[in-house]
């Protein structure tokens, strides 16, 4: 159930894009994104809720395919402040266990001068 | 600052032996959950609990088991540690209206165990 990131890692230089991509083979109620910095906890990038719907924050947004039970995250010109390992967590239904949040391996992006 | 507090922040135990992690929630928050990351892994998700009870459980043995308390402070206990254990431990609490739908999670700093 544990859901599958593309890619594993990605390295940037500062105003480039980037897409990483969680994909998962069981139907999904929501997809979450989180970014964690080296030695320090996950924070709180955006949830997205089957339908479709697409959230941004500042110049990061997500999409959410339901039908292939596909998200990606698209990082536009990227900042320093961007790198770090970015965790896709799933949620198969709304509530009990289905409402348990299983993460993703991660995607390690470096953001270079 | 997520409002979410864990301690100890490190430790070191040897094989065999027991440990207690606490986690104090944000307050408001009525479902807390424990997640296990090896070095260089996501969070391989424990346990959660809502209103004091399990509802939900990972791939992990019984000798990992939780408590959630009124106040919804929550401990996570290991019996008779393996080296495998060492990790970070962390804790994430949300608000869950009636324990359904989803929500923001907020997570502390973590507890990094070390096993001898």
């Known amino acids: 159930q544990q859901p599958v990131q593309s890619p594993q890692a990605v390295i940037l230089r500062e105003g480039e894009d980037a897409v990483i991509n969680c994909s998962s083979s069981k139907a999904l109620y929501s997809v979450h994104w989180y970014r964690q910095k080296h030695g320090e906890a996950p924070v709180f990038l955006m949830i997205?809720?089957?339908?479709?719907e697409q959230k941004g924050h500042e110049k990061i947004s997500a999409s959410f395919n339901e039908k292939k039970q596909q998200s990606s995250l698209y990082l536009t010109a990227s900042q320093l402040s961007y790198s770090g390992t970015y965790f896709c967590g799933t949620e198969m239904g709304y509530g009990g266990s289905q409402g348990n949040l299983i993460f993703g391996k991660g995607t390690k992006l470096s953001v270079k001068p | 600052e997520t409002g979410v507090t864990q301690s100890p922040t490190h430790l070191i135990k040897t094989r065999g032996q027991q440990v207690t992690l606490r986690c104090s929630s944000q307050s408001g928050h009525n479902t807390v959950s424990w997640y296990q990351q090896a070095l260089g892994q996501g969070p391989q998700f424990i346990f959660q609990?809502?209103?004091?009870?399990?509802?939900g459980r990972g791939n992990f043995p019984p000798r990992f088991s939780g408590l959630q308390f009124p106040n919804y402070s929550s401990e996570l206990n290991v019996n008779a540690l393996e080296l495998d254990d060492s990790a970070l431990y962390l804790c994430?609490?949300?608000?869950?209206?009636?324990?359904?739908?989803?929500?923001?999670?907020?997570f502390g700093e973590g507890s990094r165990l070390t096993v001898l």
């Open positions: 997205l809720l089957k339908g479709g």
């Open positions: 609990y809502y209103r004091e009870e399990e509802n």
């Open positions: 994430a609490s949300r608000h869950l209206p009636l324990g359904l739908g989803t929500g923001e999670l907020f």
